[in-house]
């Protein structure tokens, strides 16, 4: 188990180095660095699942101290997916709007007798305007859910951890202080993730509210 655990963390390792290049990669070959990421993602979850089943059967002193660390690396690498999808999106609604540039542009106008001035319907400007903020907000809309299932993912990994914690607490006898105040953090961080979530939908609200 350990060496797959050290070979399944330094895959981690590489791929969040690799993340960074996402953002100066041209255009043209972008895509291919998405797939190669993606790639070794599904690998690492591959392997996330031999490890679970390798930690199941480590003896009980260490058992659920095994488990601790699969769920860490769990956690680690659903966070690279959501940063993933997260660019994938932002590229996807960039193309959409250079798609749409280009086309406006390469449009043919008609010049008008008296001024030689390029009439343009008001109404096709509106409408084209209400469309681009409507993809804005289906942007956001998209971006906020990415956001709101990693919060929910977090919220579950860390439920399940400090379940193990206390399993492993009980094992080794620790005090009831100890126990308590480990009772305490996890109330604190249930009430910073609800905040996190309030906030993250209060900021959409308000962009979308502003871009209608």
Same mark, same amino acid.
Not at 21 to 32: N, P
């Given at each position: ?48 699942? /031999?490890?679970?089943? %390798? ?124 126990? /308590? %105040? ?31």
């Amino acid at each position: 188990m350990e060496t797959l655990y050290h070979q399944t963390n330094k895959q981690i390792h590489d791929v969040q180095s690799s993340m960074g290049r996402l953002e100066m990669t041209d255009r043209d070959s972008v895509h291919l660095l998405e797939n190669e990421l993606q790639a070794r993602i599904d690998s690492i979850f591959s392997h996330l699942e /031999r490890l679970e089943i %390798l930690a199941s059967k480590e003896p009980p002193n260490r058992r659920q101290n095994a488990k601790l660390r699969v769920d860490q690396l769990k956690y680690d690498v659903q966070h690279l997916q959501s940063g993933l999808q997260n660019f994938q999106h932002r590229r996807y609604a960039r193309e959409a709007q250079e798609r749409e540039r280009e086309e406006l542009m390469a449009r043919t106008f008609t010049t008008n007798d008296a001024d030689t001035s390029i009439p343009i319907d008001e109404t096709l400007q509106f409408n084209s305007s209400l469309h681009n903020a409507h993809r804005g907000i289906d942007d956001l809309l998209g971006s906020g859910s990415s956001i709101l299932d990693g919060l929910r993912d977090q919220r579950s990994t860390l439920k399940g951890t400090h379940k193990k914690m206390l399993d492993v607490a009980n094992m080794l006898g620790l005090s009831n202080t100890v126990m /308590r %105040l480990i009772e305490k953090r996890a109330f604190q961080d249930k009430f910073i993730m609800i905040g996190g979530m309030l906030v993250t939908c209060i900021v959409m609200f308000l962009v979308v509210k502003y871009l209608s």
